[in-house]
C-alpha cells in the first residue's frame, strides 16, 4: 500500500498539470488580493454598504474574513482543486496502468486507500500553502489587515478543511464510477459556481411550501449548501451539523469507491 502512495505521489511531482495549476491558484490569489484591496482599503471610495460602520470608517480586515473570501468563497480555488482531483484520479485510467496495478493485488481496497490517501495529501499541502499565502498577502498588502481572532481562525480552517476533503472525496469516487474526467469536472464547476445550491434552495423552499414545516430544510444537508454558507459566527448546532454532513459524505464517497474497486473488470 505504501508504494502505491509513493507511486502516486511521485507522479505528482512529475505532472505538467501540476505546475500549471499551481502557477493558476498563484495567479487567482493575487487577483483575490487586488479585490480584497478594493473592497477594504477602498482607494476609490466607493460606496461598499455593508463594509462601512456607523462610524462612516472601513469595517478591519480579519483573519477569518480572508479566509472566507480568499480560500472559502474562491470558486477559482474550488475549480482548480476540483480539476487536479479529476487528473489524478483518472490519470491511471487514460495512461492505462490501472490494469496492471489492479491485476497486481488480490484485494483491491488497499489500491483505492493509497491512492486516496495521496489526493488528500496533496489537497491538504496545497490548502495549508494556500492558506498560509492568503493571510501573508492580506497583511502585506491590505491596510485594513488586523492580527487577532486566531481561535476563530483555526476553527474556521479545520472546518472548511474538512468540508474540502468530502468535497475532494466525493470527486473522486464520480471520477472513479465514470472512469472519465468529464463526470468530475462538471460536479466541480457546478459547485463552485453555485448553480447546485441554487438548485437546493429551489427545491426546499418547494418541500416547505408543500409540508408547510420549516423543521427540515434539505439544503442544510447537502454538502456544497453547508461548504458554500459556513461561517465562523454560526452557532454550534449550525457548526455541528456542518461538521457531521462532511463527514458523512466523505465516509459514503469512500465506501462506494472501494465498493466500485471490488468489482472484478477494469475498464480502461
Given at each position: 500500500?505504501?508504494?502505491?502512495?509513493?507511486?502516486?505521489?511521485?507522479?505528482?511531482?512529475?505532472?505538467?498539470?501540476?505546475?500549471?495549476?499551481?502557477?493558476?491558484?498563484?495567479?487567482?490569489?493575487?487577483?483575490?488580493?487586488?479585490?480584497?484591496?478594493?473592497?477594504?482599503?477602498?482607494?476609490?471610495?466607493?460606496?461598499?454598504?455593508?463594509?462601512?460602520?456607523?462610524?462612516?470608517?472601513?469595517?478591519?480586515?480579519?483573519?477569518?474574513?480572508?479566509?472566507?473570501?480568499?480560500?472559502?468563497?474562491?470558486?477559482?480555488?474550488?475549480?482548480?482543486?476540483?480539476?487536479?482531483?479529476?487528473?489524478?484520479?483518472?490519470?491511471?485510467?487514460?495512461?492505462?496502468?490501472?490494469?496492471?496495478?489492479?491485476?497486481?493485488?488480490?484485494?483491491?481496497?488497499?489500491?483505492?486507500?493509497?491512492?486516496?490517501?495521496?489526493?488528500?495529501?496533496?489537497?491538504?499541502?496545497?490548502?495549508?500553502?494556500?492558506?498560509?499565502?492568503?493571510?501573508?498577502?492580506?497583511?502585506?498588502?491590505?491596510?485594513?489587515?488586523?492580527?487577532?481572532?486566531?481561535?476563530?481562525?483555526?476553527?474556521?480552517?479545520?472546518?472548511?478543511?474538512?468540508?474540502?476533503?468530502?468535497?475532494?472525496?466525493?470527486?473522486?469516487?464520480?471520477?472513479?464510477?465514470?472512469?472519465?474526467?468529464?463526470?468530475?469536472?462538471?460536479?466541480?464547476?457546478?459547485?463552485?459556481?453555485?448553480?447546485?445550491?441554487?438548485?437546493?434552495?429551489?427545491?426546499?423552499?418547494?418541500?416547505?411550501?408543500?409540508?408547510?414545516?420549516?423543521?427540515?430544510?434539505?439544503?442544510?444537508?447537502?454538502?456544497?449548501?453547508?461548504?458554500?454558507?459556513?461561517?465562523?459566527?454560526?452557532?454550534t448546532a449550525d457548526t455541528v451539523r456542518t461538521i457531521v454532513?462532511?463527514?458523512?459524505?466523505?465516509?459514503?464517497?469512500?465506501?462506494?469507491?472501494?465498493?466500485?474497486?471490488?468489482?472484478?473488470?477494469?475498464?480502461?
Amino acid at each position: 500500500m505504501f508504494n502505491i502512495f509513493r507511486m502516486h505521489m511521485y507522479r505528482v511531482s512529475r505532472a505538467k498539470s501540476t505546475i500549471i495549476l499551481s502557477v493558476l491558484l498563484i495567479c487567482f490569489l493575487f487577483f483575490g488580493i487586488g479585490i480584497a484591496y478594493l473592497i477594504y482599503d477602498n482607494p476609490l471610495n466607493m460606496s461598499l454598504g455593508t463594509l462601512v460602520g456607523s462610524s462612516g470608517v472601513l469595517m478591519q480586515y480579519r483573519a477569518t474574513d480572508a479566509h472566507q473570501f480568499l480560500v472559502q468563497g474562491n470558486d477559482a480555488f474550488l475549480i482548480l482543486t476540483t480539476i487536479f482531483a479529476v487528473i489524478f484520479t483518472n490519470c491511471d485510467f487514460t495512461r492505462g496502468f490501472a490494469k496492471n496495478t489492479y491485476s497486481m493485488f488480490e484485494k483491491r481496497r488497499p489500491l483505492v486507500f493509497a491512492k486516496w490517501s495521496a489526493l488528500i495529501s496533496c489537497v491538504t499541502g496545497v490548502y495549508i500553502v494556500y492558506s498560509f499565502l492568503a493571510l501573508a498577502l492580506s497583511a502585506i498588502c491590505v491596510s485594513t489587515f488586523t492580527l487577532g481572532g486566531w481561535g476563530a481562525y483555526f476553527k474556521s480552517w479545520i472546518i472548511v478543511y474538512i468540508c474540502l476533503v468530502a468535497l475532494v472525496t466525493m470527486v473522486f469516487w464520480i471520477t472513479s464510477l465514470f472512469k472519465s474526467p468529464t463526470g468530475g469536472m462538471v460536479i466541480g464547476i457546478l459547485v463552485a459556481t453555485g448553480i447546485f445550491t441554487t438548485a437546493e434552495l429551489i427545491l426546499s423552499f418547494a418541500i416547505v411550501k408543500i409540508t408547510g414545516s420549516e423543521k427540515f430544510i434539505l439544503a442544510e444537508y447537502c454538502m456544497d449548501y453547508v461548504f458554500k454558507m459556513y461561517n465562523v459566527d454560526m452557532g454550534t448546532a449550525d457548526t455541528v451539523r456542518t461538521i457531521v454532513v462532511a463527514l458523512a459524505y466523505m465516509t459514503l464517497a469512500l465506501v462506494m469507491s472501494v465498493f466500485l474497486s471490488d468489482k472484478k473488470d477494469v475498464k480502461i
